[in-house]
């Protein structure tokens, strides 16, 4: 079946820190990778969408200084937190996109900043 | 502009019974309706979902009824149980853009024993 892995699954990092998280599809070949984000007490915020091989599309409000976007293969993608301030402290959730256009959700990596 | 909304925004219901969950959307071009269910430290997961072509989509207990021409949908769960307490998100996204999905902040379902 179709899986997705998120790693850390959750982290600590300090003010003004970086750091960097992992997507991983397992079963299917991920042709997109859409980053999301919920907050705490708000929904999920699309940071991005990373497709191989075509240029990373960053939503209103993301930027790719702040969350720049890797996504070297059809399995695997990471973005970093950059300068992480305590407003980017969330859920971080990767969609993997298949060719059919059915999004897998992995288990998001929860980043607490201090 | 909020372009998917739901309401209530909690919703606390006795076992047996049947909970209605609101959504409502902005953008007449969205054609795909996915409903996500996600529990306390978890990450939201699929749970059903609609296209315009049909107003009504069954799954056991959970149904999605859908109004094209007003924009708007609902989930019914019929027979509640404690085990469906969750936050549900609607959402919404357009075609070929399927990664695109726009969520709704989410119902607080809450079911009773």
């Known amino acids: 079946g179709a899986l997705v892995y998120q790693y850390p699954r959750r982290t600590i990092c300090k003010s003004g820190t970086s750091m960097r998280m992992e997507c991983q599809a397992v079963?299917?070949?991920?042709?997109?990778v859409a980053w999301y984000r919920q907050s705490p007490q708000k929904t999920f915020e699309l940071i991005a969408l990373?497709?191989?091989?075509?240029?990373?599309?960053?939503e209103q409000n993301f930027t790719q200084e702040k969350f720049p976007i890797s996504h070297p293969n059809l399995s695997f993608s990471s973005m970093t937190v950059l300068n992480a301030y305590l407003e980017d402290r969330g859920l971080y959730l990767c969609?993997?996109?298949?060719?059919?256009?059915?999004?897998?959700f992995g288990p998001g990596t929860r980043l607490l900043v201090l | 502009q909020q372009q998917v909304r739901q309401s209530p925004q909690s919703l606390t219901v006795w076992e047996g019974e049947t909970a209605i969950l609101n959504c409502s959307y902005e953008?007449?071009?969205?054609?795909?309706f996915p409903w996500y269910w996600q529990f306390p430290r978890e990450s939201p997961a699929l749970l059903i979902a609609?296209?315009?072509?049909?107003n009504k989509k069954e799954d056991g207990r959970f149904t999605i009824f859908f109004n094209k021409r007003e924009k708007k949908l609902s989930l019914h769960i019929t027979d509640s149980q404690p085990g469906d307490s969750a936050t549900y998100f609607c959402?919404?996204?357009?075609?070929?853009?399927?990664?695109?999905?726009?969520f709704g902040k989410g119902t607080h379902l809450h079911v009773l024993p």
């Open positions: 969609g993997a996109l298949t060719g059919k256009n059915t999004q897998y």
């Open positions: 079963g299917f070949q991920a042709t997109s």
């Open positions: 990373s497709t191989v091989n075509s240029a990373i599309k960053y």
């Open positions: 953008d007449s071009t969205f054609d795909y």
């Open positions: 609609i296209r315009p072509v049909s």
């Open positions: 959402a919404a996204s357009r075609g070929t853009n399927a990664y695109k999905v726009i």
